[in-house]
C-alpha cells in the first residue's frame, strides 16, 4: 500500500470511531471531519483555539528496506488540543485504532511545544511499511 491509500485508510479509522467523532464535536459532517483530521502538515501558527482539537497525520520520510519493493515509512501524528487530557483521549484512540495493524510501530513520541498560548501539541512518529 502506498503512502496516501495508507493516509487514507487511517483517516476512515477515525471516522468509523464515535469516541473520536465525539472529542471532535463531529455529527456527521464530512466538512468538520476533514476540518479536523488533515493529511496534510499544517503550520501551528494558522491554529486558533477555536480549530481545537485537531489532527494532522503526514508522511515526512521513508527509509529503504531489504526488500526493494517496501519502503519503512515515517508517519507524523500531530496532536492539538486545548489540554493535555485531550491530547491523550485522541491519542490513546487512535492508538488502539491502529493496533489491529502490525506495521505500525511507534518509534518516537512526545509533547512538542506549540508556541502559542493555549495550545497543546502532543507528536507520535509511526514506521509503517509502504510500497516503494
Known amino acids: 500500500m502506498d503512502s496516501f491509500s495508507l493516509q487514507d485508510d487511517i483517516f476512515e479509522l477515525c471516522r468509523s470511531s464515535t469516541e473520536l467523532l465525539s472529542i471532535f464535536g463531529i455529527t456527521d459532517n464530512d466538512d468538520q471531519l476533514n476540518e479536523r483530521i488533515r493529511r496534510e502538515e499544517c503550520p501551528v501558527e494558522l491554529l486558533t483555539t477555536d480549530s481545537l482539537p485537531f489532527l494532522s497525520l503526514v508522511f515526512i520520510?521513508?527509509?529503504?528496506?531489504?526488500?526493494?519493493l517496501v519502503n519503512t515509512g515515517v508517519l507524523e501524528m500531530n496532536i492539538y488540543s486545548s489540554t493535555r487530557y485531550d491530547a491523550m483521549q485522541i491519542y490513546r484512540i487512535v492508538k488502539g485504532l491502529l493496533q489491529s495493524r502490525e506495521d505500525f510501530a511507534i518509534h518516537a513520541e512526545g509533547q512538542v511545544p506549540s508556541g502559542i498560548v493555549g495550545i497543546y501539541q502532543y507528536r507520535v512518529r509511526f514506521s509503517p511499511l509502504v510500497s516503494a
Open 61 to 68: 520520510n521513508a527509509h529503504p528496506t531489504r526488500n526493494y
